[in-house]
């Protein structure tokens, strides 16, 4: 974090990925008294042209309002952690008003969510496995997601989710599970 560090660490890490530019950039964090000063090293290495997008990450609705009041370039992207326990309502309208595209870390809950039974029941249906059913959520609520898996039959599993839909009442029934309960640690109670 900071303006000369990152453009520092930028370097560094273009340099051992062994790339010309990235596809994508963020600020993990908003680190409070430094995230604004971040960001605008990553607005200079978007106009650089060393990323073709950038944005932040767990960045809570007064974060983001914090960058939009005097960014030149807006964030693209906000990757969050979202899941069915987290369904992030408000922040998720803000950044569909504001052009961002929300991200989800931790998608599948880190596994949590996959014994939850009208998660299950839904997959029963359509003959797929709680993660896809979770990931079908998410794309049809137009957030991105980044689910990790170790294990290549699982990578393939979580990309198959193209041949079925859900429909408004299962959205809604998911939508129901949340409990606003977080796997990973509150933005607004935690610095890194
Ligand atoms: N921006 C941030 O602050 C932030 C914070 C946390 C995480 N992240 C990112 O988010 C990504 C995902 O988050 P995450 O790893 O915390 O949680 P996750 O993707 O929700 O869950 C990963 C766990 O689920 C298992 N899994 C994956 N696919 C499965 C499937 N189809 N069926 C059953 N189990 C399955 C994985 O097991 P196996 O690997 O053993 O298959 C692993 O234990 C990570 O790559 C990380 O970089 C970002």
Known sequence: ????????????????????????????????????????????????GYVRAIGVSNFQIHHLQDVLADCEIKPMVNQVEYHPRLTQKELLTFCRENGIQLEA????M????????TIVEIGKKYGKTPAQVVLR???????VTIPKSVTPARIKENA???????????????????LNKRVGPDPDNFNF
């Open 1 to 48: 974090q900071g303006y000369e560090t990152t453009l520092k660490a930028f370097d560094a890490s273009l340099k051992k990925l062994g790339f010309d530019y990235v596809d994508l950039y963020l600020v993990h964090w908003p680190v409070k008294g430094k995230y604004k000063e971040t960001y605008k090293a990553l607005e200079k290495l978007y106009k650089d």
């Open 160 to 178: 198959d989710i193209f041949d079925f839909s859900l429909t408004d009442e299962e959205m809604k029934q998911i939508d129901a599970l949340n």
């Open 110 to 117: 880190r596994g949590e969510i996959l014994t939850e039974p």
């Open 105 to 108: 870390w931790s998608p599948l």
């Open 137 to 143: 959520w998410d794309l049809q609520h137009s957030v």
